[in-house]
């Protein structure tokens, strides 16, 4: 089942409350068991989270390597199967206190009423 753009909406909302909370249990109520979150951060090459520890250690890593990340102009565009996600995020590395900009897009693709992929791709954008 593919849900409907309020379903999705929905979906998105407890999902990025289950994110920012790095709550994996309410993660994992909205995402199917074999959920794959692959991304570019515009810096490294190309990663892929495939289990509740991944992703919990990924959002610990990043937590620990910045200072301050904020998302902004957030928008979701649902077309067909998939839902697309454009974003901006200013972020700021807590070592050298460098200050980062990035554009970003991500697809999510649904199966069984819940988010299956989500796939980031972000690219610098000069200060």
């Known amino acids: 089942m593919i849900p409907s753009p309020v379903q999705r909406d929905e979906l998105f909302r407890r999902f990025a409350r289950a994110l920012f909370k790095a709550d994996m249990e309410a993660l994992y109520q909205v995402v199917t068991p074999d959920f794959r979150w692959s991304f570019h951060d515009g810096l490294a090459v190309t990663r892929s989270l495939e289990s509740p520890a991944a992703i919990a250690a990924h959002l610990t890593e990043q937590k620990a390597m910045l200072s301050a990340q904020r998302f ?8 067909g ?24 897009i991500e697809s999510y693709t649904f199966r069984d009423g819940k988010l299956a992929t989500k796939d980031v791709y972000r690219k610098p954008i000069p200060l």
């Open 72 to 79: 902004h102009d957030v928008a979701y565009h649902h077309a």
């Open 81 to 104: 199967e998939m839902t697309f996600m454009t974003f901006g995020v200013s972020e700021t590395v807590r070592e050298s206190g460098e200050q980062r900009e990035q554009r970003g």
